[in-house]
Nanobody
Framework: QVQVVESGGGLVQAGGSLRLSCTAS????????MGWFRQAPGKEREGVSC????????YYADSVKGRFTISRDNGKNTLYLQMNSLKPEDTAMYYC??????????????????????WGQGTQVTVSS
């Protein structure tokens, strides 16, 4: 059974930083691209950032470029999202998911929020102004 668990969310002031973590079990972690997605109340789910299985291909939404950094540690089955210079508009529930299929990934999956598998329950990020 696949299990995906996010952690690291919280309340932070604008300009602050948070580091999200996502641990996956029950799947061959390094067969999958992984990604972070977010959804704010009343808004559609948005692809924030995705990383290929080797880390060689990375996608960032324009809204987070230069502020967020995605990384993964395949030895620990863990995905990370370092978020700096946070803004109130970054407030949302952040989810981790496997993107695409074993050996199959495109950055468009992240941008279009398609072909996603094995979602976690999410971790709340709230940025106060």
């Amino acid at each position: 059974q696949v299990q995906v668990v996010e952690s690291g969310g919280g309340l932070v002031q604008a300009g602050g930083s948070l580091r999200l973590s996502c641990t996956a079990s029950g799947l061959t972690f390094d067969d999958y691209a992984m990604g972070w997605f977010r959804q704010a109340p009343g808004k559609e789910r948005e692809g924030v950032s995705c990383i290929s299985w080797s880390g060689g291909s990375i996608y960032y939404a324009d809204s987070v470029k230069g502020r967020f950094t995605i990384s993964r540690d395949n030895g620990k089955n863990t995905l990370y999202l370092q978020m700096n210079s946070l803004k109130p508009e970054d407030t949302a529930m952040y989810y981790c998911a496997a993107v695409g299929f074993p050996g199959i990934y495109s950055g468009s999956y992240c941008k279009r929020v398609t072909n996603l598998n094995y979602w976690g329950q999410g971790t709340q990020v709230t940025v106060s102004s």
